[in-house]
C-alpha cells in the first residue's frame, strides 16, 4: 500500500525494501516495487539510491550487521558448549523470523567489499571467541568456522524450505550434538 506522506530518503527507501524483503522475499525487491509502497515512481528513487544493485548493496549491508548484532548478543556471558547453543538457536531464529533479510546478508557487493568485510567483523570476530572457548586453537578457527556456517545455513535453509521433516526442533538439537562434537574434534 503506497505510504503517500512518508518522506523519501535513502534510509526510508531501505527500510521499505527490507520490509518487501522480509514480506514477500529478496527477489521481490525491485524499483518497482519499492516506489509502489512509497507512493513515487521508480525514477524518483534514483534522487536517493544509484540504481538497484545500490539498493541491494545497503540491503546486504544494513542487514549483515543486524545479523552481527544478534549473533553477537547471543553468546554474551556465555562459553563453550552454552555459547554454541545460544548462537546456533540466534541463527536459526533469524533466519526464520527474517528470511529475505538473511538472503541478503548472502549477497555479494558491487564495489563495497571493503565496507562488506568491516561489517561482517561483526560476525566473525564474536563467532571466533565463541569457538575458542570451545577450546578450538587459532590455526583451526577458519576452517572451525566455516564448518560451523555451512551446518547452520544449510539447516536453516532447508528448514525455511520445508524440507527438514516433521521435527525441525529435535533434527536442531541433533545437529547442535554433532556440531558439538565436531567442533571439539578441532581442538584435539
Not at 564474536?126 to 551446518?151: E, N, V
Request: charge should be negative.
Amino acid at each position: 500500500m503506497p505510504t503517500q506522506s512518508r518522506r523519501l530518503s535513502r534510509a526510508t527507501i531501505v527500510d521499505i525494501a527490507l520490509a518487501i524483503a522480509d514480506d514477500r522475499g529478496l527477489q521481490a525487491v525491485t524499483l518497482a516495487n519499492v516506489a509502489s509502497v512509497a507512493g513515487c515512481k521508480a525514477p524518483s528513487l534514483y534522487n536517493h539510491v544509484n540504481g538497484l544493485d545500490d539498493l541491494l548493496d545497503e540491503l546486504c549491508l544494513a542487514t549483515t550487521a543486524d545479523f552481527a548484532d544478534t549473533l553477537r548478543d547471543s553468546i554474551v556471558a556465555k562459553v563453550g558448549e552454552d555459547a554454541l547453543a545460544s548462537y546456533a538457536s540466534a541463527w536459526r531464529d533469524y533466519v526464520l523470523a527474517r528470511p529475505g533479510r538473511y538472503q541478503a546478508t548472502l549477497r555479494p557487493l558491487h564495489g563495497r567489499s571493503d565496507e562488506h568485510r568491516r561489517v561482517a567483523a561483526g560476525m566473525t570476530i564474536p563467532a571466533g571467541s565463541m569457538l575458542s572457548t570451545l577450546g578450538i586453537p587459532d590455526a583451526k578457527l577458519d576452517d572451525a568456522g566455516r564448518a560451523l556456517r555451512s551446518a547452520l545455513h544449510g539447516f536453516s535453509h532447508l528448514e525455511l524450505s520445508n524440507n527438514i521433516g516433521p521435527d525441525p526442533k529435535t533434527s536442531f538439537a541433533a545437529l547442535i550434538e554433532v556440531l558439538t562434537a565436531g567442533l571439539f574434534a578441532f581442538a584435539e
